[in-house]
């Protein structure tokens, strides 16, 4: 049984670009949801993703969009950066519905310049 | 939308003391989960619980649904226990994906 793992560990980025994280969920898992952690607090839900639907959305703006593919693997995609989008960006993928175990992934550390 | 807190925020300790964590939530949830957060942000999940009391080694997580309060107790307390613990809540399956609400956390610190 693989774990859940996320590519790349470590980015920087110009304000105003566009960037991908990648996020490999952990096997017989459909459902992914991703939180930013900015230094110091807790992390913030971002949305989740069940078979392949967006399926619910913290508070953070349509330049914050996924995608979820048939192998459950998923990607966040971040348009027109900003310095504040600078964070640490968690998946965690689980069973069902949040209320199963989440298992996290390492992280992708985001640092917009 | 729910209210997540925790205390203390930070916690420095000796070696082999019992630790407890504490955490408060504001509205009804499906079920909480004590998480712990190394150095470099992988985060491990130590408990779900939605009633009762979890035992997982010297790990103890108790969960009181009326008074909507948790609390994490560390046994013998060792230095490889510093990290930061933060508990976060799961919304009632019917309330829609909401994903987790976390607290900001607890900076645990065990010196030998």
């Known amino acids: 049984e693989t774990g859940v793992t996320q590519s790349p560990t470590h980015l920087i980025k110009t304000r105003g670009q566009q960037v991908t994280l990648r996020c490999s969920s952990q096997s017989g898992h459909n459902t992914v949801s991703w939180y930013q952690q900015a230094l110091g607090q807790g992390p913030q839900f971002i949305f989740q993703y069940y078979r392949e639907e967006e399926n619910g959305r913290g508070n953070f703006p349509p330049r914050f969009s996924g995608l979820q593919f048939p192998n459950y693997s998923s990607e966040l995609n971040v348009n027109a950066l900003e310095l504040d989008d600078s964070a640490l960006y968690l998946c965690?993928?689980?069973?069902?519905?949040?209320?199963?175990?989440?298992?996290f992934g390492p992280g992708t550390r985001l640092t917009v310049t | 939308k729910n209210e997540v807190e925790q205390s203390p925020q930070n916690l420095t300790a000796q070696e082999g003391e019992f630790i407890t964590i504490n955490c408060s939530y504001s509205v009804g949830i499906s079920a909480l989960h004590w998480l712990q957060q190394h150095p470099g942000g992988g985060i491990v999940s130590l408990f779900m619980?939605?009633?009762g009391k979890k035992k997982h080694g010297r790990l103890i997580a108790t969960i009181n649904i009326q008074e909507k309060h948790s609390s994490l107790h560390i046994t013998a307390s060792h230095p490889r226990d510093s990290a930061v613990y933060i508990c976060?809540?799961?919304?009632?399956?019917?309330?829609?994906?909401?994903?987790?609400?976390f607290g900001k956390g607890t900076h645990l610190i065990i010196q030998p």
């Open positions: 965690a993928s689980s069973l069902e519905a949040p209320a199963y175990e989440q298992y």
């Open positions: 976060a809540v799961s919304p009632y399956s019917g309330g829609g994906a909401d994903g987790l609400t």
């Open positions: 619980l939605s009633s």
